[in-house]
């Protein structure tokens, strides 16, 4: 499976320059089967001379996404799939310096179609894509825009694959470089990892787990970790992995959750060191000293309670409480945005009812917080969340009571006959913690019609 993928910058840098456009076509070795294409917000202006040169100006990316509005979608998009792009250290760089950002280590297995090309159609005169792709016949639609580019860098992988008569065999190697690797590693363990959503599990010499995992193909992120020495982090835990277990969930919602658990449950050593959770933001709510609920961000400890949402970075945090504040026609200062001893800006302006100098009686505004926060978290709502099973014949099911994640659990369709008080016996157990709470509410947010089942906790399911 293949991610290919085009970019658009303000320039050349990726340290100083930003992304104003990425495409990314996902592709199974013979067709696309999912695509993205979007401009970005690079929060700078572009260079005249490249706005000459791509066709995009200032104007075009003002109201467009800025990158951590997207940065879910591209992780989705290339999670546990092959970087190709034309150049692609150039496109990878630039996607990797966006991510570290925003404190979140991007690390794929890359394809370059440049040196693919040079090593499969040696002898052209020139190697760029767009002199390539004249020289090959294939008609570039929008050149130097990321979509255009990218489906030509799509036809010219598919021409090379057909040339290598064997999908990637001959070009990606499949089994890691034995250099680097600890010398008690058998490499025929990783012909029994199969292409499946699950966890993973990473130990060394002595048994001990060292790395806890997900991916929607565990076999491709195994072989990612155990070709990288792109960190020393990296390169030091490739050497130390002896042996290697997994659990297939089919589902990415469990994956993650079973990821979540287990790494809270053992601690792994290369876990630890690659959390940034001290550096996290998460939004609090609060009851004043006038009786008026309050919201504000702040950054998270481990004796918080489990925050209404979380954030990578403090853009991302303002903008969310911006756009909810604004939904909601919440009060400036009392979403800790404003700080005055009278009334907010908003409050001058028309904008805000006066809850700030308590002109807007406590019980009518807070009615209004209270539906802000229902729309964001889990609240005390339960539900039965269903999803992917291990297999055609099963599906998984997560169980949520009063907002608390109860635990999850497989089961076969059949066998319960609508019946769904039964699946209280398939129902593991799990703890529920900020990171498992944060997980849902973003399955929820894009949940499949129908894969919802709320209910009332008193009378639990029928």
Same mark, same amino acid.
């Given at each position: 499976?293949?991610?290919?993928?085009?970019?658009?910058?303000?320039?050349?840098?990726? @340290?100083?320059?930003?992304?104003?456009?990425?495409?990314?076509?996902?592709?199974?070795?013979?067709?696309?089967?999912?695509?993205?294409?979007?401009?970005?917000n690079p929060e700078r202006?572009?260079?005249?001379?490249?706005?000459?040169?791509?066709?995009?100006?200032?104007?075009?990316?003002?109201?467009?996404?800025?990158?951590?509005?997207?940065?879910?979608?591209?992780?989705?998009?290339?999670?546990?799939?092959?970087?190709?792009?034309?150049?692609?250290?150039?496109?990878?760089?630039?996607?990797?310096?966006?991510?570290?950002?925003?404190?979140?280590?991007?690390?794929?297995?890359?394809?370059?179609?440049?040196? $693919?090309?040079?090593?499969?159609?040696?002898?052209?005169?020139?190697?760029?894509?767009?002199?390539?792709?004249?020289?090959?016949?294939?008609?570039?639609?929008?050149?130097?825009?990321?979509?255009?580019?990218?489906?030509?860098?799509?036809? =010219?992988l598919e021409l090379l694959?057909?040339?290598?008569?064997?999908?990637?065999?001959?070009?990606?190697?499949?089994?890691?470089?034995?250099?680097? =690797?600890?010398?008690?590693?058998?490499?025929?363990?990783?012909?029994?990892?199969?292409?499946?959503?699950?966890?993973?599990?990473?130990?060394?010499?002595?048994?001990?787990?060292?790395?806890?995992?997900?991916?929607?193909?565990?076999?491709?992120? !195994?072989?990612?970790?155990?070709?990288?020495?792109?960190?020393?982090?990296?390169?030091?835990?490739?050497?130390?992995?002896?042996?290697?277990?997994?659990?297939?969930?089919?589902?990415?919602?469990?994956?993650?959750?079973?990821?979540?658990?287990?790494?809270?449950?053992?601690?792994?050593?290369?876990?630890?060191?690659?959390?940034?959770?001290?550096?996290?933001?998460?939004?609090?709510?609060?009851?004043?000293?006038?009786?008026?609920?309050?919201?504000?961000?702040?950054? $998270?400890?481990?004796?918080?309670?489990?925050?209404?949402?979380?954030?990578?970075?403090?853009?991302?945090?303002k903008d969310f409480i911006?756009?909810?504040?604004?939904?909601?026609?919440?009060?400036?200062?009392?979403?800790?945005?404003?700080?005055?001893?009278?009334?907010?800006?908003?409050?001058?302006?028309?904008?805000?009812?006066?809850?700030? !100098?308590?002109?807007?009686?406590?019980?009518?505004?807070?009615?209004?917080? @209270?539906?802000?926060?229902?729309?964001?978290?889990?609240?005390?709502?339960?539900?039965?969340?269903?999803?992917?099973?291990?297999?055609?014949?099963?599906?998984?099911?997560?169980?949520? !009571?009063?907002?608390?994640?109860?635990?999850?659990?497989?089961?076969?369709?059949?066998?319960?006959?609508?019946?769904?008080?039964? =699946?209280?016996?398939?129902?593991?157990?799990?703890?529920?913690?900020?990171?498992?709470?944060?997980?849902?509410?973003?399955?929820?947010?894009?949940?499949? @019609?129908?894969?919802? =089942?709320?209910?009332?906790?008193?009378? @639990?399911?029928?």
């Open positions: 499976m293949y991610s290919i993928i085009d970019i658009e910058t303000t320039g050349v840098s990726p @340290q100083r320059d930003k992304i104003t456009e990425i495409a990314v076509y996902v592709h199974d070795g013979s067709k696309i089967i999912n695509e993205f294409t979007t401009l970005i202006a572009i260079p005249y001379y490249i706005s000459q040169m791509t066709g995009i100006t200032d104007d075009m990316v003002v109201d467009a996404p800025r990158f951590f509005e997207v940065a879910r979608k591209i992780v989705d998009l290339t999670e546990g799939m092959i970087f190709v792009a034309h150049n692609a250290p150039f496109d990878y760089r630039f996607i990797q310096s966006e991510f570290k950002q925003l404190g979140f280590d991007f690390e794929r297995q890359t394809l370059c179609t440049v040196r $693919m090309s040079r090593k499969l159609i040696p002898g052209k005169p020139s190697y760029s894509l767009g002199n390539l792709c004249q020289n090959l016949g294939i008609k570039i639609e929008g050149r130097h825009r990321a979509a255009g580019d990218a489906l030509a860098t799509v036809k =010219l694959l057909k040339i290598s008569n064997e999908t990637d065999s001959s070009i990606i190697s499949t089994t890691p470089d034995r250099k680097g =690797l600890h010398p008690n590693f058998d490499l025929n363990l990783l012909s029994k990892i199969p292409e499946k959503t699950g966890v993973y599990y990473l130990y060394d010499e002595r048994g001990v787990l060292i790395y806890v995992g997900k991916s929607i193909n565990i076999r491709q992120r !195994i072989l990612q970790h155990l070709g990288s020495t792109k960190s020393n982090r990296a390169a030091e835990m490739r050497g130390r992995v002896v042996d290697i277990s997994f659990e297939i969930t089919g589902s990415e919602l469990i994956a993650l959750l079973l990821e979540t658990e287990e790494i809270k449950r053992d601690k792994p050593v290369f876990n630890r060191l690659g959390r940034r959770t001290g550096n996290r933001l998460g939004l609090f709510s609060y009851e004043n000293q006038n009786g008026y609920l309050c919201l504000v961000i702040k950054r $998270m400890t481990a004796k918080d309670e489990i925050p209404l949402t979380s954030f990578t970075n403090a853009d991302e945090s911006e756009r909810l504040m604004a939904k909601y026609d919440l009060c400036q200062k009392l979403c800790n945005l404003y700080s005055s001893s009278g009334a907010c800006f908003h409050y001058e302006i028309k904008k805000c009812s006066g809850a700030c !100098i308590g002109e807007e009686p406590a019980d009518v505004y807070n009615l209004r917080v @209270q539906r802000a926060i229902e729309s964001i978290g889990l609240s005390s709502k339960s539900f039965l969340l269903f999803d992917k099973g291990r297999n055609d014949s099963e599906k998984s099911v997560v169980k949520v !009571i009063n907002g608390k994640l109860v635990g999850y659990g497989f089961f076969d369709p059949s066998s319960i006959d609508g019946n769904l008080s039964l =699946l209280d016996d398939i129902i593991s157990p799990c703890s529920d913690n900020r990171d498992a709470q944060s997980i849902i509410r973003s399955f929820l947010g894009k949940a499949k @019609q129908g894969s919802v =089942l709320y209910f009332n906790a008193e009378s @639990q399911v029928d």
